[in-house]
């Protein structure tokens, strides 16, 4: 779907492990409690991760009388977790929605209740995302999208222009070889292992769809990548992998002069350099590189990929706290929340002018043209179809990635393995 949109830098917020939280509109139905309701949220790394607490305290000083108290999983097992929490019968109250591809699972487990009733903004991305056969199982509260962040330091040692807007693949490969002749030591560009950095480009500026079973357009992509891990002109796979390099840490410490990633970045990179986590450098954020020239230009509208994340409830909640937190959605959904989400760096679901005003008014946010741009306007397509089928497929989509950047298997053949195994033990649609 096409979506613009822009969103905040800040500073994260230290969140606690208890916090109070109630509505503020959007819902028709309102709480028909006559008594103090106490709600549990999930969540994870709430000590870096801002927007559980934030929302909630807002949620709060509308409505004092519901207290929403957060339960913390480990973020790497957090779907896990949360899955064996609900078959106990102790599953949070509202659930939040970490990964789309695992939002079948809830569903068809019975674990979400349908909220189709609670009333979302115009204008709000992602909620596509969480309806099944017309029924709506979550609500978005950001929305994040990959960009690319670029040292303007480094570009400016190597007497290389910066990004323009204009910019393909080729473009970037370009930039990213010769970055890395003139600099002498920091990289052109890092990519990250993981398998959206190359995938996630590949099906959304081609348009695919990963259920179908065939992947040969994204030979290129891999065959491009490997030519600047084989040229040096980024850090290979294997020695990423082997010294359990940080995307945060190759950009901060201006190891390398470009990188894409997903809008999260933002307000981690502004926390590190006030920290002193990450050195103080002038940096940018441009559109990502396009597959050709047709998307190209602030006249276009770039193609780049990003899931929401949102917030579900518990199919087992009490009756009598259902509207509550059904209110608890709506206010997460709101122009309200997006603009206090877009003041922590975080990527609201809902953008507007005041959303952006907010985001790039955060001290250490990047204020030229370009930036603004790339955070504005994009065609943002979902990185995860919702289906049953979608873990299986990208738990295979992930092994294709590592066998061809570890260089055990050629392109060709991984990618046709690929299929055999997606047509064999998942099906295709």
């Known amino acids: 779907m096409k979506r613009t949109f822009a969103v905040a830098a800040g500073i994260a917020v230290v969140a606690s492990l208890s916090l109070a939280g109630c509505s503020g509109g959007g819902s028709e139905a309102a709480p028909e409690e006559t008594g103090p309701v106490t709600l549990t949220l999930s969540g994870w790394a709430l000590d870096t991760s801002p927007e559980f607490q934030l929302l909630a305290d807002a949620f709060h000083e509308k409505n004092d009388d519901v207290t929403i108290e957060l339960k913390e999983y480990d973020p790497a097992e957090y779907n896990t977790l949360v899955t064996a929490d609900l078959a106990a019968g102790s599953g949070p109250d509202i659930i939040t929605q970490k990964e789309v591809k695992y939002v079948t699972t809830f569903q068809e487990g019975g674990q979400l209740l349908d909220v189709s009733d609670v009333e979302l903004p115009d204008g709000i991305g992602g909620a596509d995302s969480y309806a099944v056969d017309g029924v709506q199982y979550a609500v978005p509260y950001r929305q994040d999208s990959w960009v690319l962040y670029y040292n303007q330091a480094l570009f400016d040692q190597a007497g290389i222009d910066y990004p323009d807007g204009s910019w393909t693949w080729e473009d970037y490969d370009a930039a990213a070889e010769d970055l890395t002749a003139a600099l002498g030591g920091a990289k052109g560009s890092y990519m990250h292992r993981w398998q959206s950095v190359v995938q996630g480009f590949a099906n959304a500026q081609n348009d695919a769809d990963i259920l179908a079973g065939d992947y040969g357009y994204m030979a290129d992509f891999y065959d491009r990548v490997l030519a600047l891990q084989d040229d040096g002109a980024q850090v290979d796979f294997n020695t990423s992998s082997a010294n359990s390099l940080t995307y945060q840490g190759e950009f901060g410490k201006q190891n390398a002069a470009m990188l894409p990633m997903g809008t999260w970045f933002t307000g981690t990179l502004i926390a590190q350099q006030a920290s002193g986590e990450a050195d103080d450098f002038a ?11 047709s998307t190209t230009g602030t006249d276009n509208t770039p193609v780049t990929f990003g899931d ?23 206010f997460a959904a709101s122009e309200e929340a997006a603009e206090l989400l877009a003041g922590v760096g975080i990527t609201p679901a809902l953008t507007n002018d005041a959303v952006a005003e907010t985001y790039f008014a955060a001290d250490g946010a990047p204020t030229d043209d370009l930036s603004k741009f790339a955070w504005s306007s994009h065609e943002t397509l979902p990185e995860n179809p919702t289906s049953n089928k979608t873990a299986a497929v990208q738990g295979i989509l992930g092994d294709m990635h590592t066998a061809i950047m570890s260089g055990s298997t050629d392109v060709e053949t991984a990618i046709a393995d690929a299929q055999d195994r997606v047509a064999n033990e998942v099906g295709t649609d």
Do not use: H, R, Y
């Not at 940096?283 to 020239?293: F, H, R, Y």
């Not at 929401?308 to 709506?330: C, M, Q, R, W, Y």
């Open 283 to 293: 940096w940018g954020v441009a559109p990502i590189p396009q597959l050709d020239a």
């Open 308 to 330: 929401p994340t949102g917030f579900g409830i518990n199919a087992a909640i009490d009756e009598s706290k259902v509207a509550a937190a059904k209110e608890f959605l709506a």
